[in-house]
């Protein structure tokens, strides 16, 4: 359904590519209810390890582990069931940065995008000149020099520095795609911030912070229930081609749990497009 949505502008030489956003969310639980989950001495927790496909903000993958299981992991993960999709980006931040692992990523014929840690090692192989009227820095072609690193990642990276003006912060990208515009390896590392939202609406809209029941079963059954929830949320906007966002639909849908009202009537506006607004029969007191 949503294989066709435009990423945008920004996104016209990916040539349909699937883009995703990797990252993980923890959810707290207590440790004196839930023994099975131990996190730290006084804490439990889970998490979920999510691939969301940019186009739609969909969950195209979910793994429900401990909470000590380390972001980065998820790459085992990934190569360990045969995953790994030649062609596809990753867009992931500093905590997937292991160069051991982003080298499966490599040789999987697969792409990736992430933010560099401060302090990453490397040398300059070649310079690209770059129009620093859209905030780009540099974007140069590196070699790692770190004593560990260089023999993690024996490969030529991309290394490309932009200055947001918004937030006035500069982010270091790190990539093995070395043909694709600069403005493009931002823009997409921007638009990771769709997996944040996914979780916003799991945790707020689709209430997963309290459970019913204290077992494992019963969180996983939990969460798979308000992962399912989303997902029928997603087919019901394309099916009714709803202009509004998932979590405008779920925010309208879970203030009228309890009507009767049918759901595209929910989902319509109040009045139709160049109609003017009813004006009310009362006057005004005042």
Known sequence: MYANDPLGKEFKSLMGA???AMDSTTI???LSLFVWALFRSTKAAIKL??????RGSIPSLIHISHGKMHDVRLLDWLAEQGLLEAGAYYVTDKAYVDFAKLYWLNAAR???VNRAKDNLQC???RRKAVNTLTGLRSNHQVRLTGAVSCKRYPDILRLVVYFDEDTGKTFEFLTNNLSLPALTICAMHRQRWQVELFFKSIKQHLRIKSFFGASEN???????????TYVLIAIVKKRLHVDHSLQEILRVLNLNMFQTTPIPALLKPSFEPGQPPIIPIQGNLF
């Open 28 to 30: 707290d639980l207590c």
């Open 110 to 112: 697969a792409f990736f």
């Open 49 to 54: 390890h999510t691939l969301i496909v940019l």
């Open 123 to 125: 040398q300059t192989v």
């Open 218 to 228: 019963a969180v996983k059954t939990q969460t798979w229930v308000a992962i399912s």
């Open 18 to 20: 699937t883009v995703y």
